[in-house]
């Protein structure tokens, strides 16, 4: 049922919130560092769990597929009402945030495409 996937839709987001606020308050920060990414990680790591552990239902299954679909839309959105300019005052810890991460996957694209090469060859 789709309720299921909005159900896991938004306890990933209110958990992905609660960590990226103690994530920003352990570095000293009064802004979300993070939620939505934790979020996001959550939601698919449960996706992932749930459909390998129990077999579920072809109409809950789609319900929750079609809401982590719809995750990055509806988290942009959401994600959209923070607090920007408390974040850019924070200096270099807003720049390295978007930095970083972006560079990491960058590195990351050569690597992973060595793999699909090694596994397309077995």
Known sequence: MTIYGVALLAGCYLAGQIL???LGESMGIE????????????????????????PL????ERGITFWSNMYIPVIVAMS??????IALS???VALLAGI????????AI???A?????KKAA
């Open 80 to 85: 959209a009402t923070q607090n920007v300019r």
């Open 110 to 112: 050569p690597v992973l």
């Open 114 to 118: 060595a793999f699909s090469k090694n």
């Open 31 to 54: 802004a979300n560092v993070g939620g939505v990414g934790f979020a996001m990680l959550l939601l698919i790591f449960l996706h992932d769990f749930s459909s390998k552990k129990a």
């Open 90 to 92: 924070s200096g270099w």
């Open 100 to 107: 970083v991460p972006v560079l990491v996957c960058f590195a």
């Open 57 to 60: 239902a072809t109409e809950t």
């Open 20 to 22: 990226g606020e103690l």
